[in-house]
């Protein structure tokens, strides 16, 4: 008699046990993200979707042709790659400056650095153009107004200032930064300079 009422209990536990083999997985947790089987696998190399695009790359360097009277000089900066010397306009005390050098930060962070060098008044304007000169994007600046010096910072205390200067400015995009041309001055002097500048900005190359 137990014989008999023991084989289909050990038959009964063989049926309950493989029935706790099969049973479906646990749902995931509710705060956890719902699975779509359906979705698109990120595109291969996309390691980082939310990544800001990288700048284009352009030429590592740029070759230039140097107007006639623009002299070459020592810069007081090791950022700086070449300072140039144009000699001042009848009336003018000062000669300008023009400056050459690489660095970061956007086109417009920077043309807004250049505005700020310029104190905020009713003669005080700039304008930008945006040009293509051979395969360089380059942005060509122009700003009028009394120039305060210094690194354009909000709120920093001007070194000193110039009424009636001017800047002529050209910014190319090169591979890793950007590569500026900032010439600096007295008004009469940059205006005078500026069919040169033109010349200048139209000789830009890649090196």
């Excluded at 690194?151 to 205390?157: I, N, R, W």
Aim: charged residues 25%.
């Amino acid at each position: 008699m137990r014989q008999r009422l023991l084989a289909p209990l050990l038959t009964l536990g063989a049926i309950v046990a493989l029935t706790a083999c099969e049973k479906t997985p646990e749902p995931p947790p509710s705060n956890a993200p719902p699975q779509n089987p359906h979705a698109a696998a990120p595109p291969a190399g996309n390691t980082n979707p939310g990544a800001a695009p990288s700048r284009p790359k352009g030429p590592k360097d740029v070759a230039y042709d140097v107007p006639a009277g623009w002299e070459k000089v020592d810069h007081p900066s090791k950022m700086r790659m070449a300072t140039f010397k144009i000699p001042r306009a009848e009336g003018d005390t000062e000669d300008a400056e023009m400056s050459v050098m690489q660095a970061g930060g956007t086109i417009d962070q920077n043309v807004n650095r250049w505005s700020g060098q310029f104190e905020r008044g009713k003669d005080d304007t700039t304008s930008r153009q945006d040009r293509k000169i051979g395969e360089l994007s380059v942005t060509v600046v122009e700003i009028h107004g009394t120039f305060s010096g210094g690194m354009g910072m909000p709120g920093a205390a001007p070194a000193s200032s110039k009424p009636k200067w001017a800047l002529l400015g050209a910014i190319v995009e090169t591979e890793g930064a950007l590569t500026f041309f900032k010439l600096t001055g007295p008004e009469k002097t940059v205006t005078a300079a500026k069919p040169a500048f033109e010349k200048f900005v139209e000789s830009l190359r890649a090196k």
